[in-house]
């Protein structure tokens, strides 16, 4: 097709296309900047005040060095709106260079990081060593690289880590090839052949305890929690894999019965089935404290357990035994691990013991550990672990409700619902959203629950999810008695709720949301102040 100039219509439309091409291909621009600005302000934010400084000491005095130093320190300023930071930005910096000199900010982070993690973290050490091992290699250092080897292996060994033992061998047995098997017995390479397929099937094995656990995790995230008896047939078919799994011939290593006491806790508490739930989790903690030496640096999965068996006994009540462990988590608040990762334990603390205290009744007690709760606990490292950080918000929130604050109580549900997204599978984001209701109720904002009421509906059962009876028993309260400060409920509707509440005291799966706020109560209460 011929393109004519001389025509005014063709023209236009081509001047058109083009306007519209570079349009998009700007705003694409754009668009991955943000993105890749967005990545590196979170790195910055999860770094901890040394950290900083150690990447500061670090950075060069180039150009390029000035610019993304330039950068670091705008992205470091906290507090700022979103809006207020990226016109900042984009005054100082170059729109076309920005996306570079983030990228070349985000390798400079994570080289600094990964230094420091070498220093502190054996596995990272490890790694390194193979590192080192290939350079040897490579610049037909033969003998030094051996050694290397050889150490790697008993280091590995004695740190289970298969991965890196498989590597170490493999290293080895490229590097016999490499120079013609010289000085090589049949035996000797025979034996190193064995044990690396040895690795390889206990890696396989490992592999195969992981593929079960993470798939329930996906089918219990992405499917909603286990509600009812027949909600547990979707995970069926993963309990008798495991069980076929145990069943066979394996290593009884750490990591074997650490994957498996962490599938069978997680599905036990996921059913219902708490008291076995937690014999579980102390069986799981036992096999924690027995290899203090192979937790990872820091102890994510320890500090999991920890959280999995606190959440179990508040699920059946057992206040008194929950001591024992916030003990555990106060050991982990240590110098020798991250920041990140001990604000997270910090957390974790203030959770449980508001938690406690709450339902002990000391609200004394929980209105003191809130005010001596370092603000920094709180708002600190808030997007690591979003659900942590809207339980935190919460039982701040339910101790004010519970002394009498509503408007305190009102402002940091509002902080959570406003900092972060709502999920529909979290049990905590439905206990938030139905306290909120509930203060609204209180103070007569009857026009305002209206449409909080269908925004909890709309949201919560979607995609063809049920609600718990807990969830339809305020809902229908505030149906049946639209103002707190109607005197009665007619007898029918009343009745109606009894019955409601008697159902939800012999449904082991509402203890799920009931652990958060209990929500019977409070219905109870309006039930038997108004008839």
């Known amino acids: 097709m011929l393109i004519s100039f001389n025509d005014p219509k063709q023209t236009h439309y081509i001047v058109f296309q083009l306007f519209v091409f570079l ?3 700007l705003f694409r621009n754009l668009l991955i900047c943000i993105m890749s600005l967005r990545s590196v302000q979170q790195l910055i934010n999860s770094m901890s005040g040394a950290e900083k400084r150690y990447f500061k000491q670090r950075a060069g005095s180039g150009h390029a060095e000035r610019d993304y130093l330039q950068m670091f320190e705008l992205l470091c300023e906290e ?6 930071l990226w016109k900042k930005v984009e005054e100082v910096f170059d729109p076309m260079a920005l996306d570079s000199v983030s990228r070349y900010l985000m390798e400079q982070l994570t080289d600094c990081l990964i230094r420091l993690k070498i220093n502190k973290d054996p596995v990272f050490q490890l790694y390194q060593g193979i590192m080192q091992v290939k350079v040897l290699q490579e610049r037909s250092l033969q003998a030094e690289s051996d050694k290397k080897l050889a150490k790697l292996r008993q280091k590995a060994s004695e740190l289970e880590q298969p991965s890196i ?7 080895q047995l490229d590097r016999w090839n490499a120079s013609g098997f010289a000085r090589i017995s049949d035996q000797e390479l025979v034996e190193q052949q064995m044990k690396a397929r040895e690795l390889l099937k ?5 592999q195969d305890h992981y593929s079960l ?12 929690q286990i509600l009812a008896e027949s909600d547990k047939k979707k995970l069926n078919d993963l309990m008798l894999s495991e069980l076929v799994l145990m069943a066979g011939k394996h290593q009884n290593n750490f990591t074997t019965q650490k994957l498996h006491l962490l599938f069978q806790s997680y599905f036990l508490t996921t059913i219902g089935d708490f008291e076995s739930a937690i014999s579980t989790y102390y069986a799981l903690n036992k096999v924690f404290e027995d290899h203090l030496h192979l937790l990872d640096h820091p102890p994510l999965d320890y500090l999991a357990a920890l959280d999995g068996i606190l959440n179990s006994l508040r699920r059946v009540g057992k206040w008194h035994d929950m001591d024992y462990y916030l003990g555990k988590l106060t050991q982990l608040d240590q110098a020798i691990y991250p920041e990140y990762f001990r604000f997270q334990v910090r957390k974790s603390i203030a959770i449980y013991t508001l938690n406690k205290q709450v339902a002990e009744g000391d609200f004394t007690g929980s209105l003191e550990l809130i ?21 935190l918000y919460f039982f701040i929130s339910v101790v004010y409700y519970r002394s009498g604050l509503l408007k305190k109580a009102h402002g940091y549900l509002a902080a959570a619902l406003q900092r972060h997204t709502l999920q529909a599978n979290w049990l ?3 206990a938030a959203r139905l306290l909120d209701m509930i203060i609204y109720y209180e ?6 629950l209206e449409y909080e009421i269908r925004s909890y509906n709309r949201f919560f059962k979607k995609e063809k999810r049920t609600l718990l009876k807990s969830e339809e028993l305020v809902l229908r309260l505030f149906q049946y008695k639209p103002s707190i400060m109607r005197k009665a409920i007619p007898q029918v509707q009343a009745n109606k709720l009894r019955r409601l509440l008697e159902d939800i005291q012999a449904d082991k799966y509402e203890q799920q949301l009931l652990a958060y706020f209990d929500f019977r109560e409070w219905v109870t209460l309006q039930v038997s102040d108004r008839c």
């Open 23 to 25: 349009f998009f291909a």
């Open 79 to 84: 507090g700022k709106p979103d809006a207020e």
């Open 165 to 171: 033992q498989y590597i170490a061998y493999r290293l």
């Open 202 to 206: 206990g890696m396989n094995y490992i």
């Open 213 to 224: 656990f993470e798939m329930m995790k996906y089918r219990l995230l992405q499917g909603g």
């Open 371 to 391: 005010s001596q709760l370092d603000r920094d606990v709180i708002s600190s490292y808030y997007r690591l672990n979003e659900e942590k950080q809207w339980e």
């Open 428 to 430: 905590v984001c439905k």
């Open 443 to 448: 103070q007569g904002d009857t026009a305002y």
